[in-house]
């Protein structure tokens, strides 16, 4: 009996994960009863026994004290980056609860090569299985649709968290003429504060709530996605951007995104250089790239199909 954290389930980040992922999920499987939300550091204590010869699942990287066959996805280490607020706090959960279950279930998935790697090195231990399988795409995110035609444009998707280095770019964009940004976020408010900051907040047009099909219209109409990211586990924004024809701007050092842009990018070498990244914007306003076919791997069936292999064997 598989009991399925249904918890995380929702629209973005991990959410987003969980949503498409558990319903494609090929064996059988009950939701977990269990209540708060599993990104709470206390969130292990909620499960101390389980029915017999049950084990559980979790799309999120929470796990529990059961000693029971649990299975849980890493996406990323970014909560033990020096960005990380309270990063001693996840730091001490991580060393005490879940390298010591991942240890003991000697098995991990995540989803991508670059998160593979890390946690390879991070659990240090041999006898651990790390299993990437990977992300999907929404059927939306492809070359041909509509697309936004509101003049020049670069776009953001993402956060305001320290790690996704927004600043940098707003930055650069005082430094650019004629143009704007397109900024798709949830903290609308947090957002056009921020813009207003760097002096740029008449050309930022912050969005949210958006469908897959207006996102991708504003994919495909933009002249490059920006991704500042300094850490990213995998960064679906950037496939999602590549598989409707629009590059991706991205600091060189983020390798989930190196990974994933495949030479479909352009490569910024300092992450905090605000006069590179606003050549590179120059550059790429000057002569943009033409729209070329991407061959997507990244597929929510494939991803579903490979966990639930997984899940079977363990």
């Known amino acids: 009996m598989i009991l399925a954290d249904t918890r995380w389930s929702g629209v973005h980040g991990i959410g987003r994960y969980a949503s498409e992922v558990l319903p494609r999920l090929s064996v059988e499987w009950s939701a977990l009863e269990v209540g708060g939300r599993p990104s709470q550091p206390q969130d292990f204590l909620r499960v101390r026994r389980a029915p017999r010869g049950a084990s559980i699942y979790s799309p999120g990287y929470n796990g529990f004290i059961a000693r029971i066959p649990q299975v849980v996805t890493i996406h990323d280490l970014i909560h033990l980056h020096p960005t990380t607020p309270r990063r001693s706090v996840y730091a001490a959960h991580y060393a005490t609860v879940l390298r010591p279950l991942v240890r003991r279930n000697r098995l991990v998935l995540t989803v991508s090569e670059t998160s593979k790697r890390v946690i390879e090195e991070w659990v240090n231990d041999d006898r651990v299985r790390v299993v990437n399988a990977g992300n999907g795409l929404s059927a939306a995110f492809r070359i041909h ?111 989930s995104i190196a990974e994933i842009s495949r030479g479909q990018g352009v490569s910024i070498a300092d992450a905090h250089d605000d006069l590179e990244w606003a050549r590179a914007l120059s550059a790429t306003l000057a002569d943009r790239p033409q729209a070329s076919e991407f061959a997507a791997e990244y597929s929510w069936d494939k991803t579903a199909d490979l966990v639930s292999t997984t899940l079977r064997e363990r």
């Open 145 to 255: 649709g509509p697309s936004e035609a509101a003049g020049p444009y670069f776009l953001y998707v993402g956060n305001l968290r320290a790690h996704k280095n927004l600043d940098v770019v707003l930055k650069a964009l005082a430094q650019t003429d004629d143009c704007r940004l397109v900024v798709v976020m949830n903290d609308r408010d947090g957002a056009i504060r921020r813009a207003a900051e760097f002096g740029v907040a008449e050309r930022v047009d912050v969005r949210s709530g958006l469908t897959d099909d207006a996102l991708a219209a504003l994919y495909r109409g933009a002249v490059a996605t920006v991704f500042p990211s300094l850490v990213e586990g995998f960064g679906l924004p950037a496939a999602e951007s590549i598989a409707c024809g629009t590059p991706v701007i991205f600091w060189e050092g983020c390798e």
